[in-house]
């Protein structure tokens, strides 16, 4: 019974990566091509009906909480935590997955579709643009701490993925309010958030067997 439990959730997790990242690679032959530059200004032009100075702040805060002075404060304590249990493939793994993504966004992807962001940004943001290592970035890093704390508490697991997922749109929706991302940066950052968290649980089951089954 637990082998076949075991099957359908690795079958169900590989639909799933290769269902988000085809459409991840859908998303960058538009970026080149440049397929969705209509869609994404229309939609930021949409967007700006509705800034309103209660909900700049917000949007403010909002996207200030996922920047990566305050997320590497997140990721240490993470860390200690998981050492000071002596959870540590736990640890390894959130440290393999945390350096992992930066480079694969900041090194790689950025550099290689050198997107350039709205323009003009209600803050001060540089860089390129897609996809959004602020929301790749945070939506693996609070997927990934809800797996540990659902595999503890099984009964929060609704609650622990539900508060991630709104705090990483609420992010997404600040992007773009600010104007400092278009709408496919962040649909392209939440794929490869969402990648990446696969295969940080896929190789935490690898080097812990006792996540397998979960």
Known sequence: ??????????????????????????????????????????????VRHFRQPGL???????????????????????????????????AQVLAI????????????????????????????VHGNSYPSGHIS?????????SYLIAFQFPKLTVYVYSVSTVLVFSMGWASLYLNIHW????IAGLCVGYLSFLLSISLLKTIDIKYRGF
């Open 183 to 186: 709408a496919t940066d962040i």
């Open 56 to 90: 700049f702040e917000f949007a403010r805060v909002s996207y200030l909480l996922g920047e990566a002075e305050v997320v590497i404060f997140f990721i240490l304590g993470g860390l200690s935590f998981l050492l000071w249990k002596r959870y540590l493939k736990e």
């Open 1 to 46: 019974m637990m082998e076949k439990v075991r099957r359908a959730i690795q079958n169900k997790t590989l639909a799933s990566f290769v269902t988000v990242l085809l459409l991840l690679l859908w998303l960058n032959q538009g970026v080149i091509q440049g397929n969705f530059d209509t869609l994404d200004a229309n939609f930021l032009h949409w």
């Open 97 to 124: 997955s945390s350096l992992g993504i930066l480079v694969l966004i900041d090194k790689i992807l950025k550099p290689l579709f050198s997107r350039i962001r709205p323009a003009p940004g209600l803050i001060d």
């Open 137 to 145: 970035g945070n939506f693996m890093l609070y997927l990934y701490i």
